[in-house]
């Protein structure tokens, strides 16, 4: 099972609103991934979770708020957004170490109206 | 920087022939190599890895080709099929760490 969940598939939120995307995975991967893609662009790296702590954060504006509460789920907490954060966001996780291959969710659609 | 560089944004086979995807490195720390296929409004799929202490690896359809010294490697799609049309990322693991650096893809198509 190479399965990463995320909920919700699709969301809409006003500027001012606080809302969190979701991921989870159940194959006992130890590093878990957000990234956030626009479209016809790579997906670009936001932040890292290595057991279960933030190993890496890519100067991501602070409206955005990761959260790992155990091994299996990874949330993003959304606060204040702009409508330029309106992207697909992606979870991955990988079981960390060497030839490690990353799996990803289905992405999170956002619209920030 | 864009540290892995896809050159060619788009390409079109014919049903039946090989597709060859090509992506380019600039960093000598990468030390594995990964190519995804993505739809429209889903998230990747991982198709096929190489580490570079190999040159080939193969898996049915899809092979890959890793060249250290030129810091380049293809993605062989033979016999290409129409529901390979898809978006093609390559990407790279610098070691140490868990940062993997992508492409900013390929869109295949395959014309029945």
């Known amino acids: 099972d190479t399965e990463v969940t995320q909920t919700p598939k699709h969301l809409v939120m006003g500027m001012t609103n606080k809302k969190s995307l979701k991921c989870e995975q159940h194959m006992g991967h130890r590093a878990m991934y957000w990234y956030k893609q626009k479209a016809k662009k790579p997906p670009e790296l936001m932040f890292v979770?290595?057991?279960?702590?933030?190993?890496i954060n890519e100067s991501v504006p602070s409206r955005f708020s990761p959260e790992c509460p155990n091994s299996s789920l990874l949330n993003l907490h959304l606060h204040a957004l702009q409508p330029e954060d309106s992207a697909l966001y992606l979870c991955?996780?990988?079981?960390?170490?060497?030839?490690?291959?990353?799996?990803f969710g289905p992405g999170t659609r956002l619209t920030v109206l | 920087d864009q540290q892995v560089k896809q050159n060619s944004p788009s390409l079109s086979v014919q049903e039946g022939r090989i597709s060859i995807l090509n992506c380019d490195y600039t960093n000598s720390m990468f030390d594995y190599f990964l190519w995804y296929k993505k739809y429209p409004a889903e998230g990747p799929t991982f198709l096929i890895s190489?580490?570079?202490?190999?040159d080939k690896n193969e898996d049915g359809r899809f092979t890959v080709f890793l060249n250290k010294s030129a810091k380049h490697l293809s993605l062989h799609i033979v016999p290409s099929q129409p529901g390979d049309s898809a978006v093609y990322f390559c990407?790279?693991?610098?070691?140490?760490?868990?940062?993997?650096?992508f492409g900013t893809g390929t869109s295949l198509t395959v014309i029945p």
């Open positions: 190489i580490s570079s202490i190999k």
């Open positions: 979770y290595s057991y279960e702590k933030l190993s």
């Open positions: 991955a996780s990988s079981r960390g170490g060497g030839s490690d291959t990353q799996y």
């Open positions: 990407a790279a693991r610098k070691s140490p760490g868990n940062q993997f650096y």
